[in-house]
Nanobody, 124 residues
Framework: QVQLVESGGGLVQAGGSLRLSCAASGRTFSSYAMGWFRQAPGKEREFVAAISWSGGSTYYADSVKGRFTISRDNAKNTVYLQMNSLKPEDTAVYYC?????????????????WGQGTQVTVSS
């Protein structure tokens, strides 16, 4: 069992930065690949980024590539999402999730555990 709690969301102007954190409980955190997803009002949940259990492999949605960076610290049971050059279209609730798929996945149904989400609002 893994419990996930996101933090770090907020209101930021376009071009600004935020760093999201996702703290995990449970001794098996390092056994899971982790992902970030987001959901804007009236839209489906979409994949943002994923990282393998070791942190050695990452991949991103095209819409955030070059602006967002996912990382993890297994000693702290935490995964991060550094978001730079934010745009109004990045506004959404951001969720972290855990999957047993080794290198992570862009498919939400492959994730077993989800956090409650944190709101990110980017003003123009």
């Amino acid at each position: 069992q893994v419990q996930l709690v996101e933090s770090g969301g907020g209101l930021v102007q376009a071009g600004g930065s935020l760093r999201l954190s996702c703290a995990a409980s449970g001794r098996t955190f390092s056994s899971y690949a982790m992902g970030w997803f987001r959901q804007a009002p009236g839209k489906e949940r979409e994949f943002v980024a994923a990282i393998s259990w070791s942190g050695g492999s990452t991949y991103y949605a095209d819409s955030v590539k070059g602006r967002f960076t996912i990382s993890r610290d297994n000693a702290k049971n935490t995964v991060y999402l550094q978001m730079n050059s934010l745009k109004p279209e990045d506004t959404a609730v951001y969720y972290c999730a855990a999957t047993p798929v080794v290198y992570g996945s862009s498919w939400f149904y492959e994730y077993d555990y989800w956090g409650q989400g944190t709101q990110v609002t980017v003003s123009s």
